[in-house]
């Protein structure tokens, strides 16, 4: 007996049975019903009945009373063999409902190619195999039966198997920005790497923001076949924060040098006006300084010598007492506190290098079409990213809004420099765009990720967010995202907020639970529904991927060459390793994690080898 439709409910949903085989979940079938031009269906429930399982049993669940009447009036029997049910929906649309009797079989690949593949693979982004699509392998054409390799974690790297997955991406355009989200484990990492590989193929220039350091090209993924590896060394670049790449001081905004300042240590509101008072428009960063350090010299001794230099003529005397009074008019006595406050916030901002360094690399590699990534600890990172970010898309903007609005002899004279679509790709992303807690102030990194997730279609940037949580992730920014690949993921808040925004059903939620690593749904109006995929090989692997018991091996001899090492780079700070960490790396010739150093210098303190002092801004490992 072959597979035959058992029962309706909805126009769009049906029973099918069979005692041959096992359904898959996912998997395609066409119903020889030619009523209705043989609908392609896609098998949303399934289920195994016998006389050990009875269908009054509660994992009868899916069925209905005329479902099981008319299985036996189909010849089926209960008492003596198992039967397979799968509840199915129909893709597309219905003219009648569907002949309960109908045969169903498997399609072959030419009979869904323009449901499950409408862009060719050089068109689009091949991410991977389109769950439910194994059967139909065989019916693949040549030059897409094997695009799309695939890994398991005990075996290595296998063959395609099933229908490449093909994305569209020149529909971002109208469906702008992705997120990537799951739990831990559940395979974000690895298939933002697949996307950012195709991504870089298809020379898209990106901004990445990696405060993991995972985000390197540069390995190929161990045992991928010869004709399979992709060398993408030309098409990106790494940077870190304070070495770099970095801010002109003088650019800054006062609300972006105040969130910069507060990556050392949240800023109090005292601060936060002091600022506003001291930094005017065409401020350096010594002239900054001077005025913060002359200030405190008054409030500390008195105005005296300022007005014996102020009366001999001294312009920066002068100053510096208008300063005084307009702080003291303003604020009153917490003034020498904020003062010295801000003062060392920016001390240890300078001591990063950031103010040594600035954002021409990154101009340059987005004009390239190149891949830029970012490296810094996440606290810079996310405060250096607004600043970053609001530069581009200005840039972009005014290339896009002068286009509009002017001849081309006026953008001539004006010498609006011409600038590129990209993309912005930040890992962590609920971190640099949080969920709004009342009465909090917005940072500019968040203020421009919204700006963005609303304007940026209008001015072809698109938005990759990466989060773990995206309950925690900016609800305004979220509403924008098109297109979303959700791994697996337990938490029942971010379940939630994932049913709210996505077409994900009841039962596709509760699968969810329960995916390997690797594959995800993926629900995106550009796709119009969703489908669940296995995220292929990637070609590269991070630097550090290491299997935990293998790197075990390498402590003792090696964390020694490290101690050794960390020695001649003290001071070390959360703050300061950035301008090390590559050095250090070089050093001991392999990538060490921030994680594995903090840990070593620790370790270090605790055998009494180096000492810790306290700096209000945190630990600092220093010589003993
Ligand atoms: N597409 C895939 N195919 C096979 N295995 C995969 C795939 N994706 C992920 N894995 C396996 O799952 C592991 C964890 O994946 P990954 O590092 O991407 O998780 P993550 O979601 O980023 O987790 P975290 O939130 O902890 O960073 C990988 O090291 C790999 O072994
Ligand atoms: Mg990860």
């Keep these: 007996m072959s597979i035959t439709v058992v029962g ?29 031009d043989e609908p392609i269906v896609e098998i949303i429930e399934t289920n195994s009945f016998n006389k050990f399982v009875p269908l009054a049993s509660e994992k009868a669940g899916i069925m209905e009373d005329t479902v099981k009447q008319n299985l036996s009036s189909y010849g089926y029997d209960l008492d003596d063999e198992t039967i397979n049910l799968a509840k199915v929906r129909v893709v597309g649309e219905l003219s009648k409902p569907i002949t309960v ?41 040549n030059d897409v039966s094997n695009i799309a390799m695939l890994y398991k974690d005990d075996i290595g790297v296998l063959d395609q198997e099933g229908v490449p997955f093909v994305f569209d991406y020149y529909k971002t355009a109208q469906y702008p920005h992705m997120l990537v989200t799951g739990g831990s484990g559940s395979g974000k990492s690895y298939g933002t790497r697949v996307l950012l590989e195709e991504k870089m193929q298809k020379k898209i220039p990106m901004i990445v923001f990696d405060p993991h350091y995972e985000m390197d090209f540069s390995e190929t993924f161990e045992g991928l076949p010869v004709n399979y590896q992709y060398d993408y060394k030309r098409h990106y670049e790494i940077a870190y924060v304070g070495r770099d790449v970095g801010v002109d001081f003088t650019e800054l905004s006062k609300e972006e040098l105040s969130s910069l300042l507060s990556s050392a240590k949240n800023m109090t509101s005292t601060m936060e006006t002091t ?112 600043f970053i970010i609001n530069n581009l898309y200005k840039k972009r903007r005014k290339y896009i809004d002068s286009q509009n609005t002017l001849t081309q002899e006026q953008i001539k004279q004006l010498n609006i ?63 924008n995202v098109n297109t979303k690949f959700i791994y697996r993921t337990n938490n029942s808040y971010d379940l939630a907020t994932i049913s709210e925004e996505t077409d994900l059903t009841g039962a596709e939620l509760d699968r969810l639970k329960y995916f390997q690593s690797g594959n995800c749904f993926i629900s995106s109006a550009i796709q119009g529904r969703s489908l669940a995929l296995t995220t292929r090989v990637s070609k590269t692997q991070s630097p550090h991927f290491k299997n935990p018991y293998d790197e075990l091996d390498e402590f003792g001899e090696n964390n020694d060459k490290l101690k050794e090492v960390l020695k001649k780079y003290l001071p070390l700070s959360d703050m300061n390793l950035a301008n090390y960490h590559m050095d250090i790396n070089n050093e001991v010739k392999k990538t060490i994690p921030s994680k594995e150093i903090f840990e070593t210098l620790e370790e270090m303190y605790r055998s009494g080898e180096i000492d810790i002092k306290d700096s209000p801004l945190g630990k600092q490992y220093v010589e003993k």
């Design 417 to 479: 420099e011409k600038f590129p679509p990209f993309e912005v790709v930040i890992d962590e992303s609920h971190n640099f765009a949080p969920k709004t807690i009342e009465g909090e102030n917005m940072t500019p990194t968040k203020w421009i990720i919204r700006e963005i997730s609303a304007e940026g279609r209008k001015y072809g940037i698109n938005l990759v967010l990466v989060t773990q949580r995206p309950s925690n992730l900016d609800t305004t920014t979220l509403a």
């Design 275 to 386: 600022l506003a008072v001291v930094l005017e428009k065409r401020d350096t960063l010594t002239s900054f300084q001077t005025k913060l350090n002359n200030l405190m010299e008054i409030y500390q001794d008195g105005t005296g010598e300022y007005e014996v230099r102020r009366s001999e003529g001294d312009k920066v005397a002068t100053k510096a007492l208008e300063l005084y009074n307009r702080t003291k008019r303003e604020l009153g006595t917490a003034t020498l506190m904020a003062l010295s406050g801000i003062g060392w916030r920016l001390e240890n901002i300078k001591a990063t290098g950031i103010f040594n360094c600035n954002i021409d690399s990154i101009h340059n590699a987005i004009l390239k079409r190149k891949t830029i990534i970012i490296r810094s600890n996440i606290r810079l990172l996310k405060t250096f990213a607004g």
């Design 101 to 141: 009797g109908s045969t169903v079989r498997l399609p072959k690949f030419n009979e869904v190619k323009h449901l499950l593949m409408k862009k060719k693979p050089n068109k689009g982004l091949t991410l991977g195999v389109i769950r439910g699509t194994s059967e139909m392998q065989d019916s693949l054409p």
């Design 8 to 36: 309706n409910t909805t126009n769009s949903e049906v029973y099918i049975a069979t005692n041959e085989r096992k359904f898959i979940i996912n998997e395609y079938l066409i119903i020889e019903d030619n009523d209705n």
